[in-house]
């Protein structure tokens, strides 16, 4: 009765997520067209092909710039807003909600809100600048010098609700007696963060940095869809892109599932140098 | 925290760090909106906060000329049975996990947690050709079943939270009462795991709703396409029209946001047991 009820997840997530991922590595060793089913066995071809790819190597670079870039920042101002929202002030429930927003909405919408706003001939970040005299022509900020930055500035916007969410949730479970004894000991704001809040949110912040880290440096959408497939897009091809363009614009499949391998690889090899190096035995998230 | 200093200092302080999120939280979806009822020759003119001539041009021509009602119903479809699967296979799921005691339950629990961390991306080839190979490719069924596998690990552990909290008595007491399990279990459980339910059921439909990549490799043809991927043609198609834009931007937004609206305590609630992945 028991394997009967569970059956169905069990059957859903082995048939569509474990057996994939078996069947990926397998078709790694492949050379396999994506539509047809012609296929022609190369071994680890494949990767070697990668050790040397230049374009390989880039994206690993992109990659880690737009992850490093966009959780450093996400980080910084998920915990400021989580620690202003966890003041009492009039109007913090609704705010609290509003700043959620930008989280719940679609990719799609997120990308063409950054792109109108910072479109260079009418968008409204280039008319405050010209107005207010800080440039003199307009910026080109999704032409190639500026697409890294406007691509992080818009990750950060869509991605921190996550961190100010969860840092909250933490925060509001800390025990106010902590913050009344430090503050008898004559304890500063900043020394209360870094004395009370700081260790008592030590966990959350483990895990929001492991999680955070994952999915930026597997984001696809937010990418893809800011910068397109032609043109401005090689300035900011991370890894997933790549292995994207590699199966479905050069259809060359095995070569794609090489690259998914290699990703989960260097996130296998990350997890756990970072649960080395972070994770206490004394703790317990 | 505390900040120090004076009252007057704090408070200010205080309220101007609140108009500031409230500006970056908000503003680009003012704008949005504010751009989306601007007449053309306003958008392209020297930028007002709100149009002087408020018009619903955009909206009538998105409608019109585009197949955005075709998007959206889609969207619509998949999005609602994809809650309605995904609520009924995690809750008999959750049910099992934490009402009978069999071998390997830890071990599939276990595994489960493990899929949570996957990113999409990085299964997306074989399962595309797994789909081709079943004959599901440009199909909404193919959509529904990844949007509910990839939703189940959450919901198992959510309801499986929820299922947990209610205590077993009051189930053996219904039983004892002459009632058969399914009764116990519809009269007595799922109201209690009702907040449970509403917060996976939103947590599913914001995955559909949003998705792009699943939508994007699986679906070919135009008038199976949901809405994600259908603006994205739009935007790509000609010379931006950028308030037709804004008006899709509005019209994908407002579910979501009336929706969560209503429902913002449960999701709170879910929120605090693991979180929203993306």
Redesign the interface.
Known sequence: ??????A???L??AG??????L??VW?SLFDKH??LPAQAFVGLRHYQYFATDEEFWSSVRYGLVYAGATMVLQLGLGI??A?????A?R??NL?R?????????????AV???K??L?DS?G?VN?LLMASGLVRTPVAWLGKDYIMWSLILTSV?Q?S??VV??YL?RLQTIPPEL?EAA?VDGA??WR??VHV?LPQTRNVLFVIVL?RG??MF????TV??MA?EGGVSRYVRTL?VY??AR??TYLQ?GM??AL?VI??ALLLGATALYFRLFRDEEVVA | MRLSGGTVSRTTTLYAGAAGLLLIGAFPFFWMLSTSLKPAGEIFATPTLVPRHATLANFVQLFRETNFAVYFRNSVLVSFTTVALTLVVSALGAYSLTRFRFRGRETVAGLILMTYMFAPIMIIIPFYILVRQLGLVNTHLALVLSYTTFCLPFCLWLLRAFFLSVPLELEEAALVDGAGRPRAVWHVVLPLVLPGLIAAGIFTFILAWNDFLFALVLITSDELKTLPVGVNDLFNATIVDWGMIMAAGVMITVPTIAFFAGVQRYLIQGWGAGGVKG
């Not at chain 1, 597997?218 to 959408?221: A, L, R």
């Open positions: 009765m028991g394997w009967l009820l569970l169905p997840s069990v859903l997530i569509l997520v474990l057996y994939p991922i069947y990926n078709l994506a539509f400021m807003a620690l202003l929202l966890n003041e002030f109007g913090r705010l909600g509003i700043v959620l927003f930008p989280y719940m909405i679609p990719t799609i919408v063409i809100l950054w109108w706003l479109n009418y409204l008319h916007w991605f609700p996550f969410v969860t949730a913050y503050k500063g704001a209360r963060f809040t999680l994952i999915w597997t984001k696809f959408d893809w869809l397109g997933p292995a994207y199966t479905f499949a794609g599932a998914a990703m989960f």
